[in-house]
């Protein structure tokens, strides 16, 4: 930890006082705003210092060569990362001349705050010039959520004791200078001057700038106009060039007077439409912003997200740092995919350039899930986006010499973008992982619309797929053999049981979706032998099982191999990936993150309780959590079986993880399935919630830091309200129709005007208390640790020398 105080605990903002330069680059990530279209990383207005510069859209990349050392059948040729935009956001100052530049001068005050009611990032600073010159300097950004082109700035400046003389330069800055990369290769690559110039303009209060990438072939416009609020005689004048475009306010303050400048930017941008085209799209987006107005724009997104909040909020009492971070973390996954529209929602959102810029199979387990009973509308324009790279994962599908679609492990526009066989194209469970999220969408919204067209389209694809992959043996089972789980310390393993049981889920919601449209299936050549043989497949569907031990191995035959020499592993030999080879860790029981523990947390009926209690405290052992995707999955199954101090545990790592910056990595990025994983742990851990075609249950248990939970969900039109304390929860309808669910296995009915409370019975823990490797075990959140006041700072880890786009 660092020795000052970064974060206050506030239950609805995220608020920094002072400013710690050893962390900008963390915060600049925990400070961006996005809509899923347009990323703006929470970078100082004025653009410097900083730790990454960052503007991004979605879908736009640059394409780079995947080297090999011996070519290889399959292996995708180049790769996509995403790329740094015209930066809109840039406003410098000058104060008599003077740069405003924190690092000279002195800064009495500086204090940031990301409000998650109102969906604006404001910032106030007092500075003194080297000449000893005093301003104040406010500013409030956004991002529209209603307007999904448009990012805008309130900028404001006023002298404390002096005449001063101010001049605000409000710039587009293209082909930024970015930091150089680290030596992690889960990390980006390093593209720099990636953008080609095409058109530039100026005139009055606004400029704009037209660029193309330079390999990948796409236009990217971004352009700026003004409202500038200032005494009489303040001065504006507008300039371009090919990489900068900048409007220049210059007035005369008094003390007491003040320079206001309203900044709204667009963007535009394609890879099929013209220049004309894209650059007219931009400059229609910036009319109407303008139309709009800076109150208009704020009101408006205040607007959408009172709507969101009443539908999704989490409320809890007993840890206010966890009642923060639900509210943070709900907060940037609806950022990830609020107008993602068309395109993907990646694994670091728009917050940062980890992962290159990639949509993993992070989106369809642990975000989607999140956005079905938040935003439902999201979640479908991410399955939507799936299903517009059908194409390419058909045409995969063939060059692997399969049937159906082989979607990508990693990517940005569809392609693979793994150069990695056994760590990422093997894992093919993305594809059952797809087919999943469609099954929970449809089942949780009804839209059978959905289900008739992109559903179908998915579901019948992927089945395919198992067909040609899996086979028959001569006992009858259907096994799926040479493939690579959730656990990425494990690769080309036979039966993996995750990946067979999502695969069992897919083939026979394939067969039953094609069932209940038959015309629509028909339409993709599917006839009652090919549903017959899903069916069959899905039927004898091979499940490991270690009748010594007593438990499911994570595949078949790992739990004969040797277990990993943890009591001589040091805790600076974390993550095992870049100290050991693969080869030692394919080879090992060691488990990078859970896989096993994550297929009962999907599919709870293919275990009994007794076995997931052995199941999990075996796992537990060998489970090392070099993933931010496992903490919240293995507080869901702590919780279950009992063991709520352990889920509390988790549940407190997967929710401080950028916020405390756990794994060393927020500066390229928020991790957005951990985020996510913190409704889920709370939702379906201490909600105890299962959605099954079966039904809707609910099984709650608080932990001993937590006195009440209560949460929303959106289910077919229906707003449910579900409120637990330590004695009985009670479950009501807002809006909609009355339905029925179950409580700790018991049927109640409920309406708009008859809410149904149930007492909680008080269960013992299923088994002893797990263990975990050495050194692994979560940080334990005793009550005492608890944050109970407003005020209490958070600090947050400081890692100057360490690299800057690690993957985990």
Not at 117 to 140: F, H, I, M, N, Y
Not at 570 to 592: E, G, M, N
Request: aromatic share 8%; hydrophobic share 40%.
């Amino acid at each position: 930890m660092i020795e000052h105080p970064v974060f206050s605990t506030e239950p609805w903002c995220l608020r920094e006082s002072g400013l710690g330069l050893d962390v900008l680059a963390q915060t600049e990530s925990v400070f961006a705003l996005s809509n899923g279209h347009i990323g703006w990383r929470g970078n100082l207005d004025e653009g410097e210092p900083y730790g990454l510069p960052g503007s991004y859209l979605n879908g736009v990349f640059e394409i780079r060569p995947l080297p090999y050392a011996e070519r290889g059948y399959g292996n995708p040729e180049s790769g996509q990362t995403i790329i740094n935009v015209t930066n809109g956001k840039v406003i410098r100052l000058l104060v008599n001349d003077e740069p405003f530049d924190i690092r000279f001068g002195e800064l009495r005050s500086h204090e940031r705050c990301l409000d998650f009611q109102a969906g604006a990032l404001d910032r106030q600073a007092e500075w003194v010039s080297p000449a000893g010159c005093a301003v104040k300097v406010r500013s409030t950004r956004v991002v529209s959520l209603t307007q999904r082109s448009i990012g805008a700035i309130c900028y404001e400046v006023e002298p404390v004791d002096q005449t001063t003389r101010i001049v605000v330069q409000s710039e587009l800055v293209a082909n930024e200078q970015l930091p150089l990369p680290g030596g992690d290769p889960r990390g980006a690559a390093a593209l720099e001057a990636t953008l080609v110039e095409q058109a530039d303009a100026s005139r009055g209060t606004r400029a704009g700038l037209v660029h193309s990438t330079r390999d990948s072939a796409l236009i990217v416009a971004a352009v700026m106009d003004h409202v500038v609020d200032g005494p009489l005689g303040t001065l504006v004048q507008s300039e371009s060039f090919p990489h900068l475009g900048r409007t220049m306010v210059s007035t005369i303050l008094e003390p007491g007077q003040r320079l206001r400048l309203v900044k709204l930017v667009a963007y535009g941008w394609s890879g099929s439409r013209s220049l004309p085209a894209v650059r007219d799209q931009a400059d229609a987006a910036l009319a109407a912003a303008m139309q709009t107005g800076w109150e208009g724009l704020l009101a408006e997104q205040r607007g959408y997200l009172d709507a969101f909040w009443a539908r999704a909020d989490v409320e809890l009492d007993g840890d206010t740092a966890i009642q923060q971070a639900v509210r943070f973390g709900l907060f940037h996954v609806l950022q990830a995919g609020a107008r993602a529209e068309g395109m993907a929602i990646a694994a670091k959102g728009l917050t940062g350039t980890g992962y290159d810029g990639h949509a993993f199979w992070d989106t369809e387990i642990f975000v989607i899930p999140v956005l079905t009973y938040t935003a439902p509308g999201a979640a479908a324009q991410a399955l939507r986006w799936r299903h517009s790279t059908l194409p390419l994962a058909i045409e995969r599908a063939e060059q692997l010499r399969l049937n159906g679609a082989a979607f990508p492990w990693r990517t940005i526009r569809g392609e693979e973008c793994s150069g990695y066989w056994p760590a990422g194209s093997a894992a093919f469970h993305v594809n059952a992982d797809i087919a999943g999220a469609t099954v929970r969408y449809v089942r949780a919204t009804n839209d059978t619309a959905f289900e008739q067209t992109i559903g179908l389209d998915l579901l019948v694809h992927t089945a395919r797929l198992w067909r040609s992959l899996g086979h028959q043996d001569s006992e009858g089972r259907f096994r799926i053999d040479g493939v690579t789980g959730p656990d990425e310390y494990s690769a080309v393993a036979d039966n993996n049981v995750y990946t067979n049981l999502m695969a069992q889920e897919n083939l026979a919601a394939a067969a039953d979706a094609a069932a209940r449209h038959r015309d629509r299936a028909a339409e993709l050549g599917v006839d009652a032998e090919e549903m017959t043989s899903w069916r069959d497949a899905a039927a004898g569907m091979f499940i490991p099982y270690d009748q010594t031990l007593a438990v499911h191995p994570q595949a078949e035959g790992f739990t004969g191999h040797e277990i990993w020499d943890f009591a001589n592993t040091t805790a600076k030999q974390y993550p095992l990936l870049l100290h050991f080879p693969y080869f030692d860790l394919y080879r090992k029981q060691v488990v990078k993150q859970a896989d096993l523990v994550l297929a009962m947390q999907l599919h709870p009926g293919a275990f009994s309780d007794e076995e997931k209690a052995r199941n999990f405290a075996y796992y537990e052992r060998l489970t090392v959590r070099d993933s931010s995707l496992s903490a919240s999955v293995q507080a869901v199954i702590a919780a279950e079986i009992g063991h709520l101090d352990l889920a509390e545990d988790y549940l407190a790592e997967a929710a401080l993880m950028d916020l405390d910056d756990l794994e060393h990595n927020t500066t390229n990025g928020l991790h957005m399935a951990s985020l996510a994983g913190v409704w889920t742990a709370l939702v379906a851990g201490y909600g105890g919630m299962r959605h099954t075609d079966a039904a809707l249950s609910f099984a709650p248990r608080l932990p001993p830091g937590l006195t009440r939970l209560a949460f929303r969900l959106v289910l077919a039109g229906r707003t449910l309200r579900v409120e637990i304390s330590r004695a009985a929860a009670t479950y009501s309808i807002a809006t909609g129709k009355p339905m029925q669910l179950l409580h700790h296995g018991r049927p109640i009915e409920m309406s708009v005007d008859q809410p149904a409370t149930c007492p909680i019975p008080d269960l013992p823990p299923l088994g002893a208390k797990p263990t975990q490797p050495p050194g692994r075990a979560p940080h334990r959140r005793h009550p005492t640790e608890h944050w109970t006041t407003t005020d209490t700072p958070r600090r947050l880890r400081a890692h100057p020398d360490r690299v800057r786009h690690r993957r985990s």
